[in-house]
T-cell receptor, first 113, second 110 residues
């Protein structure tokens, strides 16, 4: 049974396009996250939702818009894609908002050409 | 703000012991995490230290000194499958917002 799943696993698209990445967790957690891992493997938090409410919103271009339809799902929509958006995007989940183990999805490798 | 430093790369021999260090500066300490990430895969949780001292979990142990802003991950009886990146992270900002170090890439050789 997959705990945190993401689709698609790979995404190749051209500059200027709009794309979405979906994430689902079946762990019963109430908090979900989006991370970006760049080519230097540096993992950086982007957003977090707790019970569908946005609680972490880092300095990210407003072309990135997260949406949480329910606490088991977190999507990431990216408008007007740029070359610098190429990275691996990881979704994660945890229970609560206190420091606790986060479970990561397999990642979505986005390549913008 | 937060600042986390780890060595970029380390190499070790199968069967040996390796210690991966992490130093951190944070405003308000709320524990320290270690994650393992194999190439092309997701990070997976290894340990979480809140109190000073050594916590052992099988072949892996994690140490914390809050006064020194220092932690290390100790890997014993190294196996080839331990070749991976090891990420040190601290929570920040009152939520479970993890600030990750750049990671230490460990290569285990026969």
């Amino acid at each position: 049974d997959t705990a945190v799943s993401q689709t698609p696993k790979y995404l190749v698209t051209q500059m200027g396009n709009d794309k979405s990445i979906k994430c689902e967790q079946n762990l019963g957690h109430d908090t979900m996250y989006w991370y970006k891992q760049d080519s230097k493997k540096f993992l950086k938090i982007m957003f977090s939702y707790n019970n569908k409410e946005l609680i972490i919103n880092e300095t990210v271009p407003n072309r990135f818009s997260p949406k949480s339809p329910d606490k088991a799902h977190l999507n990431l929509h990216i408008n007007s894609l740029e070359l610098g958006d190429s990275a691996v995007y990881f979704c994660a989940s945890s229970q609560g908002t206190v420091p606790y183990e986060q479970y990561f999805g397999p990642g979505t490798r986005l390549t913008v050409t | 703000g937060q600042n986390i430093d780890q060595p970029t790369e380390m190499t070790a021999t199968e069967g040996a012991i390796v210690q991966i260090n992490c130093t951190y500066q944070t405003s308000g300490f709320n524990g320290l995490f270690w994650y393992q990430q194999h190439a092309g895969e997701a990070p997976t949780f290894l340990s979480y230290n809140v109190l000073d001292g050594l916590e052992e979990k099988g072949r892996f142990s994690s140490f914390l000194s809050r006064s020194k802003g220092y932690s290390y991950l100790l890997l014993k009886e190294l196996q080839m499958k331990d070749s991976a990146s090891y990420l040190c992270a601290v929570p920040s900002g009152g939520y479970n917002k993890l600030i990750f170090g750049a990671g230490t890439r460990l290569a285990v050789h026969p």
